[in-house]
């Protein structure tokens, strides 16, 4: 209905006092014990629990890998497209008088943060050198893998995980709260987003409904990413001399390494939450930021730069020409051996990332709208999808554009290649730079994990916490903060337990498929939102609560 005022009151029941004082129960019990069921039993039936995830990974990859797919394009083109209308991208996130409330600099770095900042110092390296000795072109015979023809292949494939598509499924899910929260008033959580198509509706069941699969993919995807940043982490403390006990006789992180991690991190991190979004979190995005930016420095001053600007500038250029394509490619098995391997690999990678990109969508959606008050849509859009992006494009180009350099002029063999997707970069770092020099910058490379994991950590505990407590941006419930600290570094704990990071990666990809479902109506309800908006304001309805 365009006559009358859209919904701009959606009051969702929370608790009066007691323990659950300001929460919703509804939502903050019954994703606590899911989580805690999770916990028990990748705990108590380890292998049990590995081999029940791999099955359902396998048999809902057989079934949805297409869908995540075409999802994530969907999420993609409505944030391109809304921008570049000069009607919608003119659109504040807020009232008329809103101002943001954080400068440029430290919204970024707060956004970058939390987006990919782990993954990068992870994946900067990693993933480049996989795809230089394998993707879809050598697949498919178009190019020889860890040889010169196929380092713009290579930067193709990492740009489309790591960049607009990835940064797409964030700003859709922080679109839409921005927009129904700061225009109409709605609970800053993740069922608003949904009232243009369920109505009052979403303040009971099918809202508590919605919010709990936010939480649990919000656990789920957190988990993956501290997953590959914990590994990391404990192998750079063993680089910087912490004790061998740090690992396992295979040379991965032992079980008493990953419980030192895991406690300094969520300590530090609980700390930070407690602080709240303004001080620690604040301060601690703007410190990973400035390290971030000193490790980039190094590698453009002793790297290898002009390789690294010339990949990013053939593998930016192919990347765009290609996305049209690559967003809505979709390989089968068809008993060919090509066919076979390309459809395993687009299991193994790409339909991996839209899962994980998924189920960190409402973390990063709920944070993104949080602190993007009072900017405008297009300011928004280009803020949270084409900057971030950029900045990944520089990393991999540049830092893995040196591990590939390196290994392709045969300088250092397979050092770098040879190593654990944990190790790579210190490997690097030990072949480029001598004993004490790689030392020093190993410290520098911990002491930067260490900010990236925080700032994750503590920003998806408050954002779970937002979420249980009705959209409040700033819940009082200081022992929920120390619950869910505990609890995520128990589900990371225990399922990296239970089998590494394939089983944390296993149950995140079963935990994105429901939220998929939210974030596509999501989507929906956004446009039937804005489309109907316009029509009010042509007709002197009110659109914004004043």
């Known amino acids: ?25 509804n939502v903050a019990i019954t994703s606590k014990l899911l989580v805690a069921a999770l916990i028990v039993w990748a705990i108590s039936v380890p292998d049990i629990a590995a081999q029940v995830l791999s099955n359902l990974n ?46 440029r600099f430290s919204w970024f770095s707060m956004m970058f943060g939390a987006g990919i900042g782990i993954g990068m110092l992870t994946f900067a390296t990693a993933e480049p050198m996989y795809h230089f000795a394998t993707n879809p072109d050598v697949i498919a015979g178009n190019a020889t893998g860890s040889s010169a023809d196929n380092v713009t292949p290579a930067y193709v494939w990492s740009f489309l995980h790591w960049g607009f598509s990835a940064w797409g499924c964030y700003a859709l899910v922080g679109l839409s709260l921005a927009y129904f929260s700061y225009r109409r008033s709605l609970p800053l ?33 957190v ?20 004790g061998d006990w740090l690992l396992n006789p295979e040379g991965k992180p032992s079980a008493a390494g990953l419980i030192v991690a895991l406690v300094i991190i969520m300590g530090a991190s609980m700390m ?15 410190i990973n930021m400035g390290l971030s930016l000193f490790l980039l420095a190094f590698f453009l001053l002793f790297g290898s730069t002009f390789f690294g600007m010339s990949a990013l500038v053939s593998g930016l250029f192919d990347y765009i020409v290609q996305l049209p394509k690559l967003l809505f490619t979709v390989w089968r098995a068809d008993g060919t051996d090509t066919g076979d391997a390309l459809a395993s690999w687009q299991g193994g990678w790409s339909v991996f990332y839209w899962a994980w990109w998924i189920a960190f969508a409402p973390f990063v959606g709920v944070f993104l709208a949080r602190i993007s008050r009072g900017r405008s849509l297009r300011e928004y859009v280009l803020g949270s999808i084409i900057i971030p992006s950029l900045m990944c494009f520089v990393w991999f180009t540049v830092v893995g554009g040196t591990a590939i350099d390196l290994t392709l002029n045969g300088e250092a ?30 410290i520098i490379v911990v002491v930067l994990l260490l900010t990236y994991l925080v700032t994750t950590a503590d920003s998806a505990i408050l954002i779970v916490n937002t979420i249980n407590a009705a959209g409040e941006e700033k819940p009082s419930g200081r022992p929920h903060i120390v619950f869910w600290s505990v609890a995520l570094s128990l589900v990371v704990g225990g399922l990296l337990l239970a089998g590494g990071l394939g ?22 309800a956004l446009i039937k939102a804005i489309v109907r908006d316009a029509i009010r304001d042509r007709n002197g309805v009110q659109t914004v609560q004043e």
């Open 272 to 286: 930070s939450a407690l602080s709240g979004v303004g001080k620690g979190i604040k301060w601690l995005s703007n």
């Open 413 to 442: 063999g397979d050092a770098i290649s040879g190593a654990g997707q944990q190790n790579q970069l210190f490997a690097m770092l030990d072949f480029m730079l001598s004993g004490g020099l790689a030392w020093v910058m190993a």
């Open 1 to 25: 209905m365009t006559d009358k005022p859209p919904l701009m009151d959606l009051p969702i029941e929370t608790a009066d006092s007691g323990f659950y004082e300001g929460f919703s129960k």
């Open 189 to 221: 959580t993740i069922r608003s987003g949904l009232t243009p198509i369920f109505g009052e509706h979403l303040s009971g069941f099918v809202g508590h409904l919605v919010d709990v699969v936010a939480v649990v993919a919000t656990i789920l995807g």
């Open 503 to 524: 089983a944390i990666k296993t149950a995140m990809v079963i935990g994105a498929l429901p939220f998929s479902f939210v974030m596509v109506l999501m989507g929906v």
């Open 223 to 242: 988990a993956q990413t501290l997953g590959f940043g914990v590994e990391q982490f404990v192998s750079g403390l063993h680089r910087i001399g912490f």
């Open 58 to 103: 396998a048999a809902l990859l057989h079934s949805f890998a297409s869908w995540y797919i075409y999802a994530v394009a969907f999420f993609l083109i409505i944030c391109v497209l809304l921008a570049l209308i000069p009607a919608t991208g003119r659109l504040k996130l807020g009232l008329e008088g809103d101002t943001p409330e954080f400068s």
